[in-house]
């Protein structure tokens, strides 16, 4: 998760009041919910606590999380979906630039996907596959760092088994579950104007859409779209993004569903307001500025549990991978060939547990764990004992430390031995070692109280498979450790969204932010079930989100969006960001 450096009276977005209709869905044990047709003003809190009749005022549920149906399944004049999976990967194919033969949404599919095979067991001769780096006694691994190759993942490049564009047998359809604004990622310095995803979600012949929710708890998969937006006006710094924000603003005063899915489709599909469309292939190949650290483009990322032997599954536990989207070329001018590619990479932000461990004594490891390296763990002690979760982080660490992986569940059982520990950091980590003991001195040359465990507990919650299980109460069952959410300073990490029932009206937690597997009533009187969802447009219902983001992360999205908005010229003094600006799994 990446936010603001901000002032400390942004804890208020932890404290404060939340709207009426979300309470009351807190209550009952789920996420957050979709916009109605009311007005907004009976639906928005005022922000950050300051009195309603302040102007400006933002619902989350349309300008920062967008998970109605009505929205995420509107139709074009002549009814096909605006946000359709083969419509996203079309429209990066379209603008790969790649020449000749092209590439289409079908094999840009196939593409991602094949990255789990072996080059033996793959299903394209000309794509990256998991074992085409190997160490030096011949083991898959990616940044030197072992991985899991082949992963069961790899069935879905079989497109006569797993097509995901139809239904029926041998189909995977799937279905957009959230639309998420992430303005507040955008640097300070202006280098790019924040990440704007969408959120796909698999089902099997039927997608989650047309069964009111996936109940396949072993046949999951998980594409969220990560696009990284330029500031068209580099040289204004931040304030050069301020369209973009208005835009996305904008969408709380849109009462009709089909009005805010009309503007999101004109933002990610063809450019507004001065700015490129979002979904081109240039904002999704994860570049960033050597010299400032800053990300330039985006990414794609993958949550994969396709568990079931059934449907191709090897036992694995679940997983999250990375991938950008790359482009060569050689010639030039009209005689220029260009080669289109995705390549699964190292999972940013996410530290391989072995460099942890006491007991791992290889250079990187070393320089990992000196205190004298300004890119290693221990210069990052300090954003990470910042006093809100939304601030604290591990932004400047060197990315020769990310894993190729980062799994979510390295126990496939309740009890079960840990067989995957890739991102376990408080599994080997040694609370009385050697590596403790270089914690606790910059704690204590920072004057903090923490202690080395919550440090590295902190950093847990910033990697992938952290965010999404090992950081939360339910960690233990899961191969995590006991009280691996107490973060210390009286902050607890919030848990993930509910999952398929286990028995009639049990939900345990399922790893996600946003559930694909509950959907959630925006109106009274209105029960979620197929006969709703087989008309989306009209049904009042919306996929929903978990405590982390409905009560800790949304809100304070929602306040530093209006105080940038507030900020620029004419509007009162903006918001620097400082150093505390974190990075992870959260949509």
Request: hydrophobic share 35%; glycine share 10%.
């Amino acid at each position: 998760m990446r936010a603001i450096g901000a002032p400390t009276d942004r804890l208020r977005s932890f404290h404060g009041a939340i709207p009426a209709r979300l309470s009351i869905l807190l209550l009952l044990g789920v996420g957050a919910c979709g916009p109605s047709e009311e007005p907004v003003h009976e639906n928005a809190e005022a922000i950050g606590g300051k009195p309603a009749e302040q102007p400006l005022v933002i619902n989350i549920d349309r300008s920062l999380m967008i998970t109605d149906l009505p929205t995420l399944e509107a139709k074009d004049s002549k009814g096909n979906f605006l946000f359709s999976l083969e419509r996203v990967l079309g429209q990066l194919a379209a603008t790969s630039g790649s020449n000749p033969g092209g590439l289409d949404a079908v094999k840009l599919y196939q593409s991602i996907f094949d990255t789990n095979n072996t080059k033996a067991g793959g299903f394209l001769s000309d794509g990256q596959h998991c074992d085409d780096e190997k160490d030096a006694n011949g083991r898959p691994v990616l940044n030197g760092f072992p991985i899991e190759c082949p992963r069961q993942e790899g069935a879905l490049a079989d497109l006569s088994k797993h097509n995901p564009y139809c239904s029926g047998p041998g189909c995977d359809p799937y279905t957009p579950i959230a639309i998420a604004n992430r303005f507040d990622l955008a640097p300070g310095n202006g280098q790019n104007c924040g990440q704007f995803r969408i959120i796909f979600a698999k089902g099997s012949q039927e997608s989650p859409l047309k069964t009111a929710g996936n109940q396949l708890l072993l046949n999951r998969n998980l594409l969220i779209f990560e696009a990284i937006l330029p500031n068209p006006k580099p040289a204004f710094g931040l304030k050069g993004c301020a369209k973009v924000a208005e835009l996305w603003a904008g969408l709380t005063n849109m009462h009709k569903p089909s009005e805010r899915a009309e503007e999101l489709e004109r933002f990610f599909f063809k450019g507004a307001s001065g700015f490129p469309a979002a979904l081109r292939w240039e904002h999704f190949t994860g570049e960033w500025d050597p010299q400032t650290g800053e990300a330039l483009s985006g990414q794609i990322r993958s949550n994969q549990f396709l568990n079931d032997a059934a449907v191709g599954g090897l036992g694995q536990p679940w997983q999250l991978r990375e991938y950008h989207l790359r482009r060569s070329c050689n010639g030039k001018a009209k005689k220029q060939n260009c080669k289109a590619e995705v390549r699964m990479v190292p999972t940013q932000v996410n530290p391989e547990a072995s460099l942890f461990s006491d007991n791992n004594t290889s250079p990187r490891a070393i320089s990992f764990r000196n205190p004298n390296n300004a890119t290693g763990f221990i210069s990052q002690v300090p954003a990470l004992a910042l006093s809100d979760p939304n601030l604290f982080n591990m932004n400047r660490l060197g990315k020769e430390f990310n894993g190729g992986q980062s799994t979510s569940q390295p126990a496939l059982l309740p009890g079960g031995t840990p067989v995957v520990n890739d991102t376990n950091y408080n599994f080997v980590f040694n609370p009385n070692g050697a590596f403790a003991a270089k914690i606790q001195a910059k704690l204590n040359a920072i004057g903090s109280s923490l202690t080395p465990a919550e440090i590295v507990r902190r950093a847990q919650s910033q990697a992938c498979g952290g965010c999404h299980e090992l950081a939360t109460s339910t960690a233990p069952i899961f191969g995590g450790v006991a009280n691996a959410e107490r973060l210390g300073g009286g902050i607890v990490w919030p848990n993930v969204a509910p999952g398929p029932e286990s028995a009639p009206g049990v939900r345990p937690l399922a790893f996600t932010q946003v559930s694909d597997s509950v959907l959630v009533p925006t109106a009274t009187g209105v029960t979620c079930n197929k006969a709703c969802t087989a008309e989306p447009d009209s049904c009042q219902c919306a996929w929903a989100v978990s405590p982390a983001l409905a009560t800790a992360f949304l809100p304070f999205r929602r306040d530093y969006l209006v105080d940038y908005l507030q900020s620029l010229p004419g509007k009162g003094n903006p918001h620097g960001r400082g150093e505390g600006e974190g990075d992870g799994e959260l949509f």
